[in-house]
């Protein structure tokens, strides 16, 4: 059974670490990415970037290409070491598709560093809405499958689909509109407490009226925003209220730490689908460094 450990600390120097073998990084964006990539430089002894292509169904790890449901051919010469994946530069898929990797490799354990922003970048505004609206994601290119995680469905299959909320409302009204969910079969997902008192209110404003218009009656959880093993925990309970013959779709579109509970979970649960909107993110999307966390998964 797996098992999530987690440490935190409002410094760097504040974690309990020994040095890992291999440090897989995304791009860094913004102040807390480029300190989470140091970070994971000095204490890998070796490092490789990972990024995934929505459009060809490939990843790239250290310039070696291959069919993302190939992942696990890019990490077979590391079973056996300690290996560390830095999601604050990583996106959703490659978290994903390295965690799912891993676990076909039956690594006993592997980690996962988390830097959490002080700030988000709101819309530039003198309204007082505006202190609402984040400017997050440059583009939303559209719902994609993800190679590993696709749940074929049609109007006769039973599903129960669970979206995972952030600040960016119109990520679930897009997903609603394009997918045709029914509204009784959706459920919403909060991150409370949120990273900081009150934040959790910009969540709540943003979605309500796209939760209302769309008559989304499947159920309200909560889980920690920093909390992946809550965000797991979560979707265990959902998953194991299916009906027979249910399937259950994950909508990972709030916290990167949800976001990690959800990929754990995927990648543990080969029956469980995934969908994803794969957003290119806003550079400066946040300022400063409020809190670093490391996640040990253990198998």
């Given at each position: 059974m797996m098992q999530i450990r987690m440490q935190e600390s409002i410094r760097e120097n504040g974690l309990d670490i020994q040095p890992w073998d291999l440090g897989i990084i995304g791009e860094p964006l913004d102040e807390r990415g480029t300190a989470a990539v140091a970070f994971i430089s000095s204490n890998s002894n070796t490092v490789v970037s990972a990024r995934y292509d929505p459009d060809g169904f490939y990843i790239d790890i250290d310039g070696k290409v291959r069919n993302a449901e190939r992942t696990a051919e890019l990490l077979e010469n590391w079973r056996g070491k300690r290996i560390v994946l830095e999601t604050t530069t990583l996106g959703f898929v490659e978290v994903f598709l390295c965690s799912k990797a891993l676990i076909d490799l039956?690594?006993?354990?592997?980690?996962?560093?988390?830097?959490?922003?002080?700030?988000?970048?709101?819309?530039?505004?003198?309204?007082?809405?505006?202190?609402?609206?984040?400017?997050?994601?440059?583009?939303?290119?559209?719902?994609?499958?993800?190679?590993?995680?696709?749940?074929?469905?049609?109007?006769?299959?039973?599903?129960?689909?669970?979206?995972?909320?952030?600040?960016?409302?119109?990520?679930?009204?897009?997903?609603?509109?394009s997918q045709g969910f029914r509204p009784s079969e959706v459920a919403v997902i909060f991150g409370v407490p949120a990273f900081t008192p009150g934040w959790e209110m910009h969540s709540f404003a943003n979605n309500i009226r796209v939760i209302q218009d769309h008559g989304l009656s499947g159920g309200i959880h909560f889980c920690g925003a920093e909390n992946p093993a809550s965000a797991y925990d979560t979707l265990e309970s959902l998953y194991d209220a299916l009906s027979f013959k249910e399937r259950l779709i994950v909508g990972p579109l709030g916290t990167k730490p949800n976001g990690i509970g959800a990929a754990l979970f995927a990648a543990s649960h080969s029956e469980v689908g995934l969908l994803y909107d794969h957003p290119r993110k806003s550079r400066r999307r946040t300022s400063e460094i409020a809190r670093w966390h490391i996640y040990e998964i253990v198998l």
């Open positions: 039956k690594v006993t354990s592997f980690y996962m560093v988390y830097v959490e922003p002080k700030e988000y970048t709101t819309v530039a505004g003198g309204r007082l809405l505006d202190k609402r609206h984040f400017d997050l994601s440059e583009e939303v290119p559209g719902f994609k499958g993800i190679p590993g995680a696709t749940l074929v469905t049609t109007e006769r299959t039973a599903q129960r689909t669970a979206f995972f909320l952030g600040f960016e409302e119109r990520r679930l009204d897009v997903a609603l509109v």
